[in-house]
């Protein structure tokens, strides 16, 4: 079996584009993978064109070769473009492979060690009684665990991050009061705040409040992130923009996180994935995979969820308090994951046990998203 051809579709799939990726081979097996650097499509498009370029007539099923020699036939390896570019191929060769031998992917990935996966689902509402409502809803769906979202979260111009910690944490306590003592709470700050900033947020509320704190500030910096451990005792959730075994390493050496919010369309694929997964759980690191994108994402993080031991949750953006994103739109994928109450089931079809319209999205069109460059009240930049 031999690769013919690499097919990018960046297509426009509820509020977002998505960048699906086609793997076609001579004897009729293709493979769907999916890149995961949101607003950015276009970036990826051109280098999966220079990886097309000498993986054609190339063995699908020399899954861990071609991802090396992706990774290392060029001097600038690495970085989130390429490595977004690599996780849609990666993800698609193992689709192949397991049609071509007739077994789930997960099979692929040392067989399955769980039959369902458990799910968080956020409250899109800013903190206060919608967030509430919100958040009693989910629990009444069957949900254990939710991520709420801070105050501000949806502002385009303008934030300000200290105008809404002490709001925040209030209603983080509410939350915590109004659901009890079993529900797991988190909360997501899309790294939007300083240390000291983040170490206000933690201290404004009483321990055991949250269960885990989300990307409360920026990757860049390990010794940042230890700082702030010691200024809170919040278990912390990070990694969803780290592109390699490389950029976990740092924090899964030094004990810095507790749960890795990897994302396979990001990280490399499930074979970078399944080393990050290994490498975590010799540090007590749980799995707790990114998955806001499509359906693809989310089969492919399934398989890896069903087939890692140290797991906790995956995320899911097709719960009932996010309906209007339509990231999973019926049309673009009639044969998709679905949720059962608040868990994935993991599918026994060969491959990643997805189906794309392809004739569909051929006629989707692309539409640029551009994130909101928030400033300051001074006028300066900051995080979105």
């Keep these: 079996m031999k690769i013919t051809a690499i097919k990018s579709y960046a297509v426009k799939v509820g509020i977002r584009n998505q960048l699906l990726v086609k793997v076609e081979t001579d004897e009729g097996i293709f493979g769907w993978g999916e890149s995961g650097l949101s607003g950015r499509e276009k970036a990826v498009v051109g280098a999966l064109e220079h990886y097309t370029e000498f993986l054609r007539g190339r063995d699908p099923f020399k899954i861990g070769a071609l991802w090396q020699e ?199 694929g499930l074979t970078e994935s399944m080393k990050v997964a290994a490498w975590s759980e010799t540090h007590y690191v749980d799995m707790m995979p990114h998955n806001p994108l499509g359906p693809i994402c989310t089969a492919a993080t399934i398989h890896f969820s069903a087939a890692v031991p140290n797991f906790s949750w995956l995320e899911t953006r097709a719960s009932p308090a996010e309906t209007h994103l339509g990231f999973d739109n019926s049309d673009f994928f009639p044969v998709q994951p679905r949720l059962v109450g608040a868990h994935y089931s993991v599918p026994d079809a060969p491959g990643l046990g997805i189906e794309v319209n392809e004739e569909l999205i051929a006629r989707q069109s692309f539409e640029f998203w551009e994130a909101p460059h928030l400033r300051r009240r001074d006028g300066s930049v900051t995080n979105w």
């Design 70 to 268: 992706m990774y290392r036939s060029q001097y600038f390896e690495g970085g989130r473009v390429l490595q977004a570019a690599i996780s849609a191929i990666d993800v698609a060769l193992h689709d192949i492979k397991g049609k071509a031998l007739g077994v789930p992917v997960y099979e692929l990935l040392g067989g399955k060690q769980r039959d369902r996966i458990p799910t968080f689902a956020t409250t899109f509402a800013e903190p206060g009684p919608a967030m509430l409502e919100q958040a009693q809803m989910l629990v009444e769906h069957g949900w254990t665990a939710m991520r709420l979202s801070p105050s501000g979260h949806e502002n385009k111009d303008t934030y300000e991050p200290r105008e809404h910690i002490a709001t925040t944490a209030k209603w983080c306590v509410k939350a915590r009061e109004a659901l009890g003592e079993d529900v797991v709470l988190g909360i997501d700050y899309h790294h939007r705040l300083s240390v000291a900033e983040a170490a206000s947020f933690c201290q404004k509320m009483p321990s055991g409040t949250l269960d885990f704190l989300e990307e409360p500030i920026r990757d860049e910096s390990p010794t940042s992130y230890e700082a702030l451990r010691r200024l809170t005792d919040i278990p912390f959730a990070i990694g969803e923009e780290f592109a390699s075994k490389w950029q976990f390493q740092p924090y899964i050496e030094r004990d810095i996180h507790q749960y890795n919010r990897l994302d396979v369309c990001n990280v490399g």
